[in-house]
């Protein structure tokens, strides 16, 4: 064998060569497409992850223990909820309307006074000196209260939460988890007359937690509402119609009522089933929120959100044939609900207007003004004159 027969031809090597080249060209074409696809997929997944999550304002709570509320945060880090403004949260523009036609079957009703007024308002007060916050480790809930429209209320324990009481009871309304910045300027706007105006017949902002989600605010305890307190009265009527007791309990409302028109505050609902009564019988202006809910025959339920129509005074709602408007309320509207509610004391408790059904109410009394609550039937200590004032 010659040196020339055991050689390689170039041609052949360079075939070789081509082909592997082509092969490398065509993986790595089809690779670069494949990650491609596989980013869009990523990209769009996480597109819509953040569209889902775009709306909610406050991060998932921790799980509960049997005993406690909430355990002790891990940080103290203050931060306020996605999309809110650390100097102020304006109200959605629109005031509320709903049709008459509608009817409710939803759990979540709100009261009408939820849609408030188209002004600014800061939350920022609140926040301040977020190391003042009552540790939560130190409170004990012993039952639910009730559902609200801001989430649940529930009754509990705090320890040192009063300088003179080792243990004082409480009820902590609890912000929902998927509260928007609407809802949570208005669960802290709602309160804020309890926190900066002392009066013993006023309920209390005892303290509040917002350094972390869920936000809790502890309130004062009393054992129920005046108009629960007024109708369990019935069975021994005596007991309230003696030494002037009912008289003084319109006297306790009167001075809390004062107290706050002087201090520039509206109360929006002035109604039995919006006060509240301690264990030694002190009547408080106030409530927990869970009124649409232990009395939802008192209000008038459009959609989600409930009217209190047989105490508003006429120019507070605009009524027409299709609609119903909430307006804002004054220092007069609360006057004219106040007489609806000597009313109510002095017939234990009985829904106002009890023989007229809704659509005459809203015809007769708050459109045309045609009718007046009848005289209250009840014998008590100047009942004429308080009659008299109002009716």
Not at 212 to 229: A, G, Q, R, T, W
């Amino acid at each position: 064998m010659t040196a020339h027969e055991g050689a390689v031809d170039p041609s052949v090597i360079l075939i070789a060569a081509s082909a592997v080249g082509v092969t490398t060209i065509i993986v790595a074409f089809l690779g670069c497409m494949w990650c491609r696809n596989k980013w869009k997929r990523l990209t769009q997944r996480h597109y819509q992850l953040s569209e889902c999550n775009r709306g909610t304002s406050v991060p998932p709570v921790q799980n509960l223990t049997e005993f406690t509320i909430f355990p002790p945060p891990s940080s103290n880090q203050f931060s306020l909820p996605t999309g809110i403004s650390p100097d102020e949260v304006v109200f959605e523009p629109l005031p509320e309307i709903r049709s008459r036609m509608l009817g409710s079957t939803s759990e979540n009703v709100r009261p009408a006074r939820f849609t408030g007024s188209c002004e600014k308002i800061s939350l920022q007060d609140w926040f301040d000196e977020y190391q003042i916050n009552f540790p939560r480790n130190h409170l004990k809930y012993f039952r639910e209260v009730g559902t609200t429209w801001y989430g649940q209320a529930v009754e509990g324990e705090a320890c040192n939460i009063k300088e003179s009481e080792e243990k004082t009871k409480v009820v902590v309304k609890i912000l929902r988890v998927d509260a928007t910045s609407t809802e949570l300027m208005q669960y802290l706007q709602e309160t804020r007359p309890f926190r900066d105006l002392k009066h013993p017949n006023l309920l209390a902002l005892l303290n509040r937690c917002l350094e972390v989600h869920p936000f809790l605010l502890i309130m004062e305890h009393c054992d129920m509402d005046l108009k629960s307190y007024l109708i369990e009265q019935r069975k021994s009527p005596e007991m309230l119609l003696k030494n002037g007791i009912l008289l003084r309990m319109a006297c306790n409302l009167t001075s809390a009522l004062q107290y706050m028109h002087e201090h520039g505050y509206i109360h929006m609902d002035v109604a039995a089933h919006n006060c509240l009564v301690t264990s030694d019988g002190i009547v408080k202006l106030g409530d927990y929120g869970t009124a649409v809910h232990l009395h939802k025959g008192d209000f008038y339920c459009l959609g989600d959100v409930a009217f209190p129509i047989r105490w508003c005074a006429p120019e507070s709602l605009m009524c027409t044939e299709s609609v119903i408007e909430a307006k804002d309320i004054t220092r007069e509207a609360n006057i004219w609900s106040f007489g609806v509610v000597l009313w109510e004391l002095l017939e234990f408790g009985k829904l106002p207007y009890v023989n007229m059904n809704d659509n005459d109410v809203i015809q007769k009394v708050l459109m045309e003004c045609s009718v007046k609550l009848e005289q209250p039937k009840t014998p008590c200590v100047h009942k004429d004159m308080i009659s008299k004032t109002r009716f």
